[in-house]
């Protein structure tokens, strides 16, 4: 990732990461994660294994395939010096078995030519119909704005200026300005989109969520032993009508990302991140350590949330989520940086720091309470 501090020389995919060519890119308007690739940080086919891109498209896609996601594909700077072969593109998408191509809920292509559409008739024969209708062709940047969270695509220079001079030849003037939409204030019932204190004085000062408590004990009496309890995400707009209903306080008073800031703070992000350069026998300690840091209402809400955690996996021979199949989908929601969006490299040690709460729970949270708090 050109220049980005996270990519560390050890990285399993380093020769390829480094260009930046695949990246993590926030949400769309939906709540799914979204990952970028843009063919203009492809360098010359000489100097990049293309086996080993499509291995590292799909050990990025491993993180996330368990739940929906949503790929932007930036076409401008594909060029023959850097093309793919034909031969590589069927490779790829028959090696795209079944999981990644059910969880992908949108293809969006941007500025494509009339090699994508040349492309397109060769491969039409291979691809589902499903398939085909999940892919959006945008003629112009302004159009993402309408699908996912512009500020957040970190959009290679090349392509904004890409745009601009298409503009200027189309409509002799430069592209509109994306807008993002100004936050609403809040409702006095609202569970999400507010801070913790927040919940906290609407709620007679209660430690926990109400939204958290009512979810954790229904799920506790009726979906321990589930299978592949939180691996499927339910559709957005469930999540979102759910949300609404909560919000309104329509539904008497696991969705820690719809808070300002994350549950594990911004400050214990880059002590996360390093979490994979300590010694395997010291980990949990120096998870410990940064656990100890947090200020109370945060540590007793993630100690109730981890607790329960600690609880799946245990019945894990049942509901097939162990410690590591839980951090897969809980890490992400529970920390990110304060500026721009995770970093691909930052899964690794984010998934591994949550795996290690949940499995060594008893051992991490033994020695700190807090007044008030309740357990699941």
């Known amino acids: 990732l050109a220049g980005d501090p996270e990519l560390n020389i050890n990285h399993p995919y380093y020769d390829v990461a480094r260009h930046g ?63 793919p072969s034909l031969k590589w593109l069927q490779t790829a998408y028959k090696e795209f078995d079944r999981k990644y191509k059910k969880n992908l809920k949108a293809l969006y292509v941007v500025h494509p030519t009339n090699f994508i559409k040349i492309l397109w008739n060769i491969f039409k024969p291979l691809i589902s119909h499903k398939f085909g209708k ?28 890409h745009d601009e001079n298409l503009w200027r030849k189309q409509k002799g003037k430069l592209p509109p300005v994306v807008k993002v939409p100004p936050p609403r204030p809040p409702l006095p019932t609202q569970q999400f989109g507010v801070s913790l204190q927040y919940i906290k004085d609407k709620n007679k000062g209660e430690l926990i969520p109400p939204v958290m408590k ?25 999540i979102k009508d759910v949300q609404k209903l909560f919000n309104q306080g329509k539904l008497s008073p696991h969705h820690c990302q ?17 979490i994979t350069s300590v010694e395997s026998c010291l980990r949990v300690t120096r998870c410990k350590e940064i656990i100890q840091g947090l200020p109370e209402h945060n540590y007793a809400v993630l100690k109730y949330l981890i607790c329960f955690l600690h609880m799946v996996s245990q019945e894990s021979i049942y509901n ?30 984010v998934n591994l720091f949550t795996e290690l709460l949940i499995d060594f729970y008893t051992n991490i949270f033994n020695s700190r309470t807090v007044p008030g708090e309740i357990l699941p």
């Open 21 to 83: 060519i695949i990246q993590l890119a926030g949400e769309d308007n939906s709540g799914r994660k979204v990952i970028t690739f843009s063919c203009c940080r492809m360098p010359p086919s000489y100097q990049l294994n293309h086996t080993r891109l499509l291995e590292y498209l799909k050990y990025t896609l491993d993180q996330y395939v368990e739940n929906d996601y949503t790929v932007v594909y930036f076409h401008y700077g594909l060029k023959s010096l850097n093309k």
């Open 134 to 161: 999940k892919i959006t062709y945008l003629n112009y940047l302004a159009d993402l704005g309408q699908h996912l969270k512009y500020d957040q695509l970190n959009i290679p220079q090349e392509v904004i200026r």
């Open 214 to 238: 009512e979810t954790v004990s229904y799920l506790k009496s009726k979906g321990l032993q589930v299978e592949g309890l939180f691996r499927r995400s339910a559709s957005i707009q469930t």
């Open 258 to 274: 719809e808070l300002p800031e994350p549950l594990l703070t911004f400050d214990c992000y880059d002590h996360i991140l390093e």
């Open 320 to 349: 097939r989520m162990t410690a590591s199949s839980l951090a897969c989908v809980f890490g992400l929601n529970l920390i990110w940086p304060q500026k721009g969006t995770t970093s691909l490299n930052a899964l690794v040690p």
